[in-house]
């Protein structure tokens, strides 16, 4: 018995059809392998303002860029925008609003 070759070539294409619409489905490797594609938010720890700044409390997951704002010591409340900044080189860091600092001192 012999087949017709049209049946086979019918065939034969709706295999690489079939092949090629499982191919485009499949996904191509492990998710959860690639880099996430933003990086995390950067943590703020102090409230900037044009005034001065104050340390954030409680201290935690503050992004940088958010409104905020400092108390002075009267209780005036002053707006700012939350930023990281290293102040462990500054003496008496107050709760309240403190003066803008120069740059740290170098050795």
């Known amino acids: 018995m012999r ?3 049209v049946i086979l070539s019918r065939l034969s294409w709706g295999l690489v059809g079939l092949a090629l619409a499982i191919s485009a489905a ?3 490797g492990d998710v959860r392998a690639q880099p996430p594609r933003f990086a995390p938010p950067t943590l ?3 409230c900037s303002t044009p005034w001065g700044w104050c340390p954030l409390y409680p201290p ?6 958010y409104p905020c704002r400092c108390f002075t010591e009267r209780g005036e ?3 700012g925008r939350m930023h990281a900044f290293d ?3 500054l ?6 609003l403190n003066p ?3 740059p740290p001192p170098t050795r």
């Not at 935690?60 to 860029?65: A, D, F, L, R, S």
């Not at 003496?91 to 309240?96: F, K, L, R, T």
């Open 77 to 79: 409340p002053v707006s």
């Open 60 to 65: 935690g997951n503050h992004v940088v860029g």
């Open 44 to 46: 703020a720890n102090v």
């Open 100 to 102: 803008h600092a120069g």
């Open 26 to 28: 499949a996904p191509a």
């Open 91 to 96: 003496p008496n860091v107050s709760p309240y």
């Open 3 to 5: 087949r017709s070759p």
């Open 87 to 89: 102040y462990s080189h």
